[in-house]
């Protein structure tokens, strides 16, 4: 049994999980060190559940010029790819908005153990990929829940089939690395968008009852 399983402890990590929104005027301010960043993408990859407990998930937290130099990366790819009237149209501002925040954490599946997933339990081969998608999505929400917790604020990009050869280059990261999403982060400087849900009664049911 969990030694944290109170109403209490329940309700304010449902508090977390609503107060994590896409926050996109970030700047480099704010009070929270780097190696305190650093602590909770650790946890966070240690603590991710993963398919037979494979650990697929990997992170490289990029801060300062290191995190300017990836943006750099994907402004000069995406102005090779669209065309530079397009880029200044349409994607100019929002990379010069992921520029000005503080960090990016890089969110990797090392494929290799997928690959060996697939080898090792040949009837659940197929499933393998989704199940390493649902493991990255979780390690992405528990690591910006939990940067929104310490007073920052983050929003999830999708560039990595874009850029992952300059990333691989640029930051000695393993080839074997698949480069799925990049969690921007930094001090909020604006607020969230309004957020607009559809009826819960279309999106639950419950069936039965435990006390029958």
Do not use: C
Request: charged share 25%; no cysteine.
């Amino acid at each position: 049994m969990s030694a944290v399983s109170t109403s209490t402890t329940t309700d304010a990590f449902l508090d977390a999980v609503k107060a994590r929104r896409s926050l996109y005027q970030l700047s480099k301010g704010g009070s929270v060190p780097d190696s305190r960043v650093e602590q909770i993408v650790k946890e966070a990859i240690l603590h991710t559940p993963t398919s037979f407990n494979y650990q697929i998930g990997r992170a490289v937290v990029l801060f300062g010029a290191e995190h300017d130099k990836h943006w750099d990366i994907v402004r000069d790819v995406l102005k090779a790819v669209i065309g530079e009237e397009a880029y200044e149209k349409g994607s100019a501002g929002r990379i010069a908005g992921f520029k000005a925040a503080k960090g990016t954490v890089l969110i990797f599946d090392d494929e290799p153990t997928v690959r060996k997933q697939e080898a090792d339990f040949p009837p659940y081969s197929e499933h393998f990929a989704p199940w390493a998608s649902q493991s990255h999505g979780i390690l992405a929400h528990i690591i910006w829940t939990a940067l929104e917790l310490e007073g920052l604020g983050a929003n999830l990009q999708h560039y990595g089939n874009l850029v992952f050869k300059q990333v691989q280059d640029t930051f000695n990261v393993p080839e074997t690395w698949k480069l799925g999403s990049q969690l921007v982060f930094g001090h909020p400087e604006g607020p969230a968008g309004e957020k607009q849900f559809k009826p819960i009664e279309e999106r639950f049911r419950s069936l039965g009852s435990s006390s029958q």
